[in-house]
Nanobody, 119 residues
Framework: QVQLVESGGGLVQAGGSLRLSCAAS????????MAWYRQGPGKQRELVAA??????SIYADSVKGRFTVSRDGAKMLYLQMNSLKPEDTAVYYC??????????????WGQGTQVTVSS
């Protein structure tokens, strides 16, 4: 199994910055894709940013140019969030998938961390 623990959420004013961290433990040697998702009030969970083991990253259009995803192997995942907007308010979840690009052996979620951006 894989355990994911997020940290770094909090309350920030619009225009501010936060850095989220996610620590992975357990069976992590074959983790390929790691990602950040978020779920705002009354909204569906959505992909924010993802990065695979080769370092290729993708971003939601709404965060491009403001957020940066990075990872330290399979142990840590980060999300640097700059120029935050009230619409970024959400619970942010860390996600990890074991396997390869084409085969997912298992996928795992953290418990989430709240990010609140005040106007």
């Amino acid at each position: 199994q894989v355990q994911l623990v997020e940290s770094g959420g909090g309350l920030v004013q619009a225009g501010g910055s936060l850095r989220l961290s996610c620590a992975a433990s357990g069976i992590i040697l074959d983790i390929n894709r790691m990602a950040w998702y978020r779920q705002g009030p009354g909204k569906q969970r959505e992909l924010v940013a993802a990065v695979n083991s080769g370092g290729t990253s993708i971003y939601a259009d709404s965060v491009k140019g403001r957020f940066t995803v990075s990872r330290d192997g399979a142990k840590m995942l980060y999300l640097q969030m700059n120029s935050l907007k009230p619409e970024d308010t959400a619970v942010y979840y860390c996600y990890a998938a074991r396997g390869t690009r084409d085969i997912v052996l298992s996928d795992h979620w953290g418990q989430g961390t709240q990010v609140t951006v005040s106007s």
